[in-house]
């Protein structure tokens, strides 16, 4: 069991081992170097906020900043050191957190791909160059009636095309992703830059 893991199983977020299996896999190897850095971490969709308990105490710099945005609030951040939560619709990246340029930006919230796809193009723009962007539980892009009724439309589809513009030449390139990288129930794409 990884340090990651470990947190996930105590605080009882889905992502650890004992459900979807992410911290182990993904996350612990991705975000290693980044423990100690004084990063800026925002994620979509929180719950009851087990899983910002689980990167707060994750990430340990002073300065680090960990934010949730959803549109109820369960959780009480004031409690968790440099921990903030916005009762938000999770596209709306107009909140004062995105000026922050957040190094990992994880999209945990509805799962609607229409959703899913607005957040992207809201927030991407936001992330620090060399930043994560982060779509969890990508399957329900098979699940919702919308998204059945029309495939093409799904958000991952949309992470399909993306993959194809980032490998395009020409005018129609995608210049500003560095890479996309699908897991099983999971996209990860990288900005550009350093």
């Not at 916005?86 to 909140?95: E, G, N, P, S, T």
């Not at 930006?105 to 060399?130: C, E, R, V």
């Amino acid at each position: 069991m990884t340090i990651l893991d470990e947190l996930a199983c105590k605080y009882g977020t889905d992502k650890g081992s004992t459900e979807h299996n992410y911290c182990a896999t993904v996350y612990e190897p991705l975000f290693a170097h980044l423990r100690h850095q004084p990063i800026v971490l925002v994620e979509l969709g929180i719950w009851e906020g087990a899983s910002l308990k689980m990167w707060s105490e994750y990430f340990t710099h002073p300065d680090r900043v960990i934010v949730g945005v959803d549109n109820v609030d369960r959780f009480d951040a004031a409690v968790w050191r440099n921990t903030y939560t916005y009762i938000a619709d999770q596209a709306d990246a107009d909140l004062p957190v995105a000026k922050l340029l957040p190094n990992i930006i994880i999209d945990d919230a509805s799962h609607i791909s229409t959703k899913t796809i607005a957040s992207f193009q809201n927030w991407f723009p936001h992330l620090k160059p060399g930043g994560l962007y982060i779509v969890e539980d990508i399957v329900t892009s098979y699940y919702y009636p919308e998204d059945i009724e029309h495939p093409c439309n799904t958000a991952m589809e949309f992470f399909k095309r993306l993959a194809d513009q980032v490998n395009r030449w020409g005018e129609h390139a995608r210049d500003d992703i560095a890479s996309i990288c699908f897991h099983p129930n999971m996209v990860i794409i990288k900005k550009a830059g350093t």
